[in-house]
């Protein structure tokens, strides 16, 4: 019971979150807004069977399962909302991500691997629908190798003998893209540890199911991954989203058969709502018919988790009321907390800047000129940093031909932003730690007269064969380059040497090779501060050419 209060304390807090943050944006204290409301009961059971070691690989509605697994609190996540430049305020990203885009760190501040089995783990976010599949299956994917091959069982701390799930979640609507078809399928060849939950509102955007799948539901669509006593595949599970008990125990079923017999699993979360539409650009009462809006006010799943706490968990209504009371101001407390922590941040450049105006109105014959910018400046409601620097620079303008103290002191403030603002939004594009692929040294070739003349594809296949008996972790996929070793030779005999499942053959399918091969790997430039190599180095997305 303490359980069941719990949980629902969390989902009214997060849908709280959903509400705060979307007046954020309309008063202007935030550039755009994308929420998780809706989508609470389903995110809190999907949590109970994510285990360290797991990971995630999802898209923007994920808010309340990144707090219930304790890698999100709601202050961070209006840090995220306000891009609070802070790795502290915003440990996911120090305010480069989206709003509703997650990631935990997969390195350390020395770009070393963290110990990912003792942690729970999410891959980061990226905005294209369905971009999360590919590497979601890479991820999967990992598990099996570390499972099955025995060179890989020391490597400990990546896996804990491949008992790890990599989780998927996508909504129902970007199930139409070819990279989720392209994941899905190669997942039920692969025989991994996936689970895709779809979140299925019945929209996408304005538009309605039916222009988007068969059927209109993707597990009838996908009716035919089912697994069978015969054949290998998918299990497929339908659940409603606002069926709290349906969900958790749907959800232990469906985490045995996949960490336990590494079967992919679909999981189709069905009648999910969306209360506040698909995002703060537009308003869903455009599109949505008043049946529709109705039908989703009644089978809203905090509202109906309410219902049933009440009358099958025998509670007072008057306890449901203070513990929705309370989370409540718990999640307007986290937001205040993140606005001054942001705005204090922000507030530092205008009050520097704003210093040394008043120097300048003082030292300067454009004293008035100066006054203007300064006012202007201090009365900004929400200041950003853009209006600070612009003022700064306005009064350099103004200043030119006037040699005061207070225009080189404006000049050398504008100098230490701009270095400030290259930590802030340019730096970590790409690795800065010794594990950066810009950082090998080449090795130059020596030829003497004796030297062999070879065919270009021995000297490629010596060097595979190198680098795959140099580290175990080195793997090579791709179209034709297992059992014939490639069209061009490249990797003749390498399957034979090194086995199966070092040098392999994969099906047509260029996006999700790509995907296996990243695996592990976050969005590099999307995740500023995460990994940038993989826990694989070598995947060939065709034929060595
Ligand atoms: C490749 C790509 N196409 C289009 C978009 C624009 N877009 C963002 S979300 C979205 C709708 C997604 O709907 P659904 O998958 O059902 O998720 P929901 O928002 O309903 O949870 C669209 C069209 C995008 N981000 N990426
Ligand atoms: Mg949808």
Redesign the pocket.
């Known amino acids: 019971m303490k359980e069941i209060l719990s949980d629902y304390r969390l989902a009214v807090e997060s849908r709280e979150a959903s509400l705060i943050g979307r007046k954020e944006v309309f008063m202007g204290k935030a550039k755009f807004g994308i929420f998780g409301d809706g989508k609470e009961v389903a995110q809190i059971a999907m949590a109970k069977v994510f285990r360290r070691g797991d990971f995630r690989s999802g898209?923007y509605?994920d808010q309340t399962f990144m707090f219930a697994i304790g890698e999100l609190t709601v202050q961070q996540y209006f840090a995220q909302l306000y891009a609070h430049t802070s790795l502290e305020a915003d440990p996911a990203s120090a305010g480069r991500l989206m709003n509703g885009h997650y990631a935990t760190r997969f390195l350390d501040n020395d770009g070393k691997f963290i110990n990912l089995t003792d942690a729970k783990n999410s891959s980061a976010d990226i905005?294209?629908?369905?971009?999360q599949m590919p590497r979601l299956l890479g991820l999967a994917y990992a598990s099996k190798l570390f499972r099955e091959n025995p060179v890989l069982k020391e490597f400990t701390s990546l896996s804990n003998n491949g008992n790890e799930i990599a989780f998927g979640t996508?909504?129902?609507?970007?199930?139409s893209?070819g990279m989720f078809f392209e994941a899905v399928n190669a997942a039920g060849v692969l025989q991994v540890p996936m689970l895709i939950s779809v979140?299925d509102?019945d929209?996408?955007?304005s538009v309605p199911q039916e222009y988007h799948t068969t059927k209109l539901s993707i597990s009838k669509a996908l009716a035919g991954l089912q697994r069978t006593e015969s054949e290998k595949g998918f299990e497929i599970i339908t659940v409603k989203g606002w069926d709290y008990i349906g969900l958790i125990e749907a959800y232990q079923r469906a985490e045995t058969i996949c960490r336990e017999e590494h079967v992919p699993v679909l999981f189709h979360v069905q009648e999910m709502t969306?209360p506040q539409g698909?995002s703060t650009s537009g308003s869903h009462e455009r599109y949505k018919s008043k049946e529709r809006l109705a039908w989703e006010v009644e089978n809203d799943c905090i509202r109906r988790m309410r219902e049933w706490i009440i009358s099958e968990v025998l509670i007072l209504p008057e306890e449901v009321d203070a513990i929705e009371k309370e989370a409540k101001a718990s999640a307007r407390q986290a937001k205040e907390r993140a606005w001054r922590a942001f705005n204090n941040d922000v507030r530092k450049d205008q009050l520097a800047v704003t210093a040394i105006l008043e120097k300048a109105i003082q030292q300067s014959d454009k004293g008035g000129e100066i006054l203007d910018i300064k006012n202007d400046l201090v009365k900004a409601i929400n200041p950003t940093r853009l209006e600070t620097m612009r003022a700064a620079k306005k009064a350099i303008r103004f200043l030119a031909t006037d040699n005061v103290e207070a225009r080189d002191q404006l000049a050398e403030w504008l100098k230490n932003a701009e270095a400030d603002n290259f930590d802030r939004y340019s730096s970590h594009l790409h690795s800065i730690s010794d594990e950066s692929a810009i950082k090998v040294e080449a090795v130059e070739a020596v030829y003497s007269d004796s030297s062999q003349l070879v065919d270009g594809r021995e000297v490629l296949q010596a060097c595979f064969d190198a680098a795959l008996a140099r580290d175990p972790r080195v793997l090579a996929f791709g179209e034709d380059v297992g059992k014939i070793g490639d069209v061009n030779q490249g990797f003749a005999g390498l399957q034979s040497k090194h086995g199966e499942l070092r040098v392999t053959d994969t099906g047509i399918r260029e996006c999700t090779i790509v995907g296996q091969g990243i695996g592990g790997v976050t969005w590099p430039q999307a995740n500023c501060r995460n990994s940038i190599f993989g826990l694989f180095y070598l995947c060939f997305a065709d034929n060595v050419r």
């Open positions: 898209y509605r905005s294209p629908t369905a971009g996508i909504g129902n609507a970007s199930t893209e979140w509102d929209y996408g955007i969306q698909h």
